[in-house]
């Protein structure tokens, strides 16, 4: 049986670190923009939730000439609130599960095949990439990973935003995904590969990743 499951893009946010004046998700990354890339991984997925706020016209426009059963959300908070509140705010009526991505990131195909395979609660990380990364703690217990704490000075991974929890947990928030999942952990691991794009240094490593084949 499939999970019930619900995806929630964030895509509210001004890019400002950039400096580009365009929200992340519209960015294109070889001919095709960030949340182009996300909904093509995504197309065995029925529930699949938009948060727009920055540009929200454009990025609706470009969803829309994707595919049109898409359900978008509007954070009009978008300039004082973080992404959890963008999150919070697509968990209501959602199904059981929320799978939150963030418009901004470039997920391994591969990895997003292994996302899309959990029927369970996880939070993801990576290898340490980012200038100034939030980590991730974890411990093995009976041959799996679980995190147990979010921090900003030590950890085995950085967090990549990319968790799997269920709806029910995170109707409310202003801040950070991860301060939405902190009452819940520990929570199983689950590591993937990714490019988050937060500077123009991180937007080229980004278009070299893909022309190399994500290698």
């Given at each position: 049986?499939?999970?019930?499951?619900?995806?929630?893009?964030?895509?509210?946010?001004?890019?400002?670190?950039?400096?580009?004046?365009?929200?992340?998700?519209?960015?294109?990354?070889e001919g095709k923009?960030l949340i182009?890339r996300h909904l093509?991984?995504?197309q065995?997925?029925?529930d699949?939730?938009?948060?727009?706020?920055y540009?929200a016209e454009q990025?609706?426009?470009?969803?829309?000439?994707?595919r049109?059963?898409?359900?978008?959300?509007?954070?009009?908070?978008?300039?004082?609130?973080?992404?959890?509140?963008?999150?919070?705010?697509?968990?209501r009526?959602?199904n059981?599960?929320?799978?939150?991505?963030?418009?901004?990131?470039l997920?391994?195909p591969?990895d997003?095949?292994?996302?899309l395979?959990?029927?369970?609660e996880?939070?993801?990380?990576?290898?340490l990439e980012?200038?100034?990364?939030w980590m991730?703690q974890t411990?093995?217990?009976?041959?799996?990973?679980?995190?147990?704490?979010?921090s900003?000075?030590r950890?085995?991974?950085?967090?990549?935003?990319i968790?799997?929890i269920k709806?029910?947990?995170?109707q409310n928030g202003?801040g950070?995904?991860?301060?939405?999942?902190?009452?819940y952990l520990?929570?199983?691991?689950?590591?993937?590969?990714t490019?988050?794009i937060d500077?123009i240094?991180?937007y080229?490593?980004?278009?070299e990743?893909v022309?190399n084949g994500f290698?």
């Amino acid at each position: 049986m499939a999970i019930s499951r619900t995806v929630v893009i964030s895509c509210a946010g001004m890019g400002s670190r950039l400096g580009l004046g365009t929200t992340k998700a519209l960015l294109e990354v070889e001919g095709k923009p960030l949340i182009v890339r996300h909904l093509e991984m995504l197309q065995e997925e029925d529930d699949i939730r938009v948060v727009v706020g920055y540009q929200a016209e454009q990025v609706i426009d470009v969803v829309r000439r994707y595919r049109n059963d898409v359900m978008f959300v509007f954070n009009h908070k978008y300039r004082e609130t973080r992404t959890g509140a963008s999150v919070a705010l697509a968990a209501r009526y959602a199904n059981e599960y929320i799978l939150s991505l963030d418009g901004d990131l470039l997920i391994h195909p591969e990895d997003m095949t292994k996302i899309l395979g959990c029927d369970y609660e996880f939070v993801s990380g990576g290898v340490l990439e980012t200038e100034d990364p939030w980590m991730l703690q974890t411990y093995e217990e009976a041959g799996a990973k679980f995190v147990s704490t979010f921090s900003k000075n030590r950890g085995n991974y950085e967090w990549n935003g990319i968790t799997q929890i269920k709806s029910a947990k995170i109707q409310n928030g202003k801040g950070h995904v991860f301060q939405l999942v902190e009452p819940y952990l520990p929570l199983p691991f689950l590591e993937v590969r990714t490019c988050e794009i937060d500077t123009i240094n991180d937007y080229k490593h980004a278009v070299e990743w893909v022309k190399n084949g994500f290698r």
